[in-house]
């Protein structure tokens, strides 16, 4: 990657006043006709731009990037002038997730509790739930569902109804283990679940499969509208919360469990949202249409997307980006020749242009993708489509250069922060880096992983899981490589690579101010690096997250 640089002083006035018209009528009448303009100054801002670009001022006016330098704003109204004095605090551009489940997170039931995937410990658990429970009405449950595994806590287990229960006795309680559990609950959700047939032990475990998706269900009977909503309100403002602004959104893949997608269930809330003017996060949507389920041949609900939705059709908040991260139904992780279906539907993909994001996790996998890409690609190009390769726990460097040849990027994913092991390990982030593919990251959660981004640049930074294990020894990178790989490289996912990722003139105005300087071990550890947070995030120039008068 280019080293660090500093610009010059940029005479801002000059950009920045044709942007702002004022009217010549007295004072009392003056109006800031074309909105008002945004002032960060005195900051450690990150551009992530191609020359890895530091300023300390920047200026937004409409929702973008007006000026990125130095600021002399003497000549500027100040009465339609906002400023904010960062105070030496770090700052990078707004960070992109480009594979998430973000619909579905934001459709569980309770009063989800994500703040959960930074407790390490029995007692952290419980902080967190005390907390949760200052603000929820009693009564009500307090859930975290998926995105969490026992071996994330020091005692490399699950909380028990006792634990549970010195925490909060005004709350039922439901902590739900990746997938399909195990679960754990209070004294009070115990009530719950038995009611409804649910068994849970005399510890308040809920076992896994069966009666761990059994208790979910009971969960989201009488689910309504309003409380959707409620939730992915609070669930988006996590995710601003760790500084994400933009969100790749995968469908699910579940008959049951947190991966379970119920439709137009799910689209209504965010689109009200959205109509609301309530949504704090740009949404990418991605279109699943498999695994099949009702044995019939062909792919006529993927011909159903193609033939009824438009790629790239939405706005700056939310936009449809393609279809993934499954086409058709396969084993998941066997090598097996894909079969004539799934020629059938790649070609429909590429014969209309559409983009696919495809699950595959090792060389036999992509080598599958690959005989069939490659044959639909010497009918209908596909090197323009940005198409991609997903989660790629391990590729070898002859299969790199088959995807780069087709045009194809990798998004990485580093869910084996929570899950993996020695010989367990990956994505190579070094060798993906080095070999010049397009290359991107987010976290595949929230049932496999978590959503906090920053937990993945610390397996990024030291290769070791939430064990404090080291296993992807050999494939770590640079503290600004993994901010890059979530910020500037991740742009070009959805064909917005001039305008989502970096901090330039022109581009969407997302940023946050960090909690403190990730760029330096001194004042960051490496096992610090899982504590970092924004103070501060703005989104199209408009805060969501944070207030800098409490600084």
Not at 36 to 61: K, P, Q, S, Y
Not at 254 to 268: K, L, N, S, T
Not at 394 to 419: D, Q, T
Not at 473 to 490: K, S
Request: proline fraction near 6%.
């Amino acid at each position: 990657m280019a080293p660090t640089r500093f610009v010059p002083a940029v005479p801002i006035a000059a950009v920045l006043l044709p942007v702002l018209l004022f009217t010549a009528a007295p004072a009392e009448a003056q109006a800031c006709l074309s909105g008002r303009l945004l002032l960060l100054t005195n900051g450690e801002i990150h551009t992530m731009d191609e020359g890895r670009t530091r300023v300390e001022n920047v200026a937004v006016a409409g929702g973008r990037f007006a000026a990125v330098g130095e600021v002399d704003d003497a000549d500027l109204p100040a009465e339609c002038t906002d400023r904010i004095d960062l105070g030496g605090r770090t700052v990078i551009p707004g960070m992109i997730d480009n594979h998430f489940h973000v619909q579905l997170v934001g459709s569980r039931p309770g009063y989800e509790t994500r703040t959960i995937e930074t407790a390490f410990s029995i007692a952290e658990v419980q902080a967190v739930v005390r907390e949760r429970a200052a603000e929820v009405p009693a009564g009500a449950f307090i859930t975290a569902i998926g995105g969490l595994q026992p071996r994330q806590f020091a005692e490399n287990r699950m909380p028990t109804l006792e634990e549970l229960d010195a925490a909060t006795s005004r709350h039922p309680v439901y902590i739900h283990a990746s997938f399909t559990g195990p679960a754990v609950t209070n004294s009070l959700g115990r009530e719950f679940f038995e009611s409804r047939g649910v068994p849970v032990s005399d510890t308040g475990l809920i076992a896994r499969d069966g009666p761990t998706l059994d208790a979910l269900d009971a969960l989201r009977a009488g689910w309504t509208l309003e409380d959707t909503k409620r939730t992915m309100r609070a669930v988006f403002g996590y995710f601003n919360s760790v500084g994400l602004t933009t969100v790749h959104s995968v469908l699910g893949s579940q008959d049951r469990g947190p991966a379970a997608y119920f439709g137009w269930a799910e689209h209504r809330p965010m689109l009200e949202l959205k109509q609301e003017g309530a949504l704090t996060l740009r949404l990418r949507l991605y279109f699943n249409t498999g695994p099949r389920v009702d044995g019939r041949p062909g792919n006529p609900e993927l011909r159903e997307v193609l033939d009824n939705r438009f790629p790239d059709f939405g706005d700056d908040m939310v936009k449809v980006a393609g279809v993934g991260e499954h086409i058709v139904d396969w084993p998941f992780e066997s090598a097996v020749p894909l079969g004539e279906e799934y020629y059938r539907s790649v070609r429909l993909l590429a014969s209309r242009g559409w983009q696919l994001m495809e699950h595959s996790f090792n060389d036999p996998n992509h080598s599958a993708r690959a005989d069939v890409w490659e044959r639909v690609n010497a009918e209908f190009p596909i090197t323009d489509l940005r198409w991609s390769i997903d989660h790629v726990n391990s590729i070898e460097p002859v299969m790199i250069e088959r995807m780069k040849a087709l045009g194809v990027g990798v998004r990485a994913h580093g869910w084996r922060f929570l899950a993996g092991s020695p010989g367990q390990a990956g994505p190579q982030y070094r060798m993906l880096l080095d070999s010049g593919i397009r290359v991107g990251v987010g976290m595949d959660g929230a049932q496999a992983s978590p959503i906090n981004p920053w937990l993945h640049v610390y397996y990024m930074v030291t290769g070791r899981n939430v064990r404090g294990d080291l296993i992807n020894d050999g494939q770590q990178i640079t503290r600004e490589e993994a901010v890059w790989l979530y910020t500037g490289a991740n742009g070009w996912f959805s064909r917005e690579e001039d305008a989502l990722g970096s901090i330039e003139v022109g581009r969407l105005a997302d940023l946050v101010v960090l909690s403190a300087d990730v760029f330096d071990p001194a004042a960051v550890p490496d096992e610090a690096i899982r504590r970092v947070r924004s103070v501060l995030t703005i989104l199209g120039g408009k805060i969501v997250h944070g207030d800098p008068a409490v600084w």
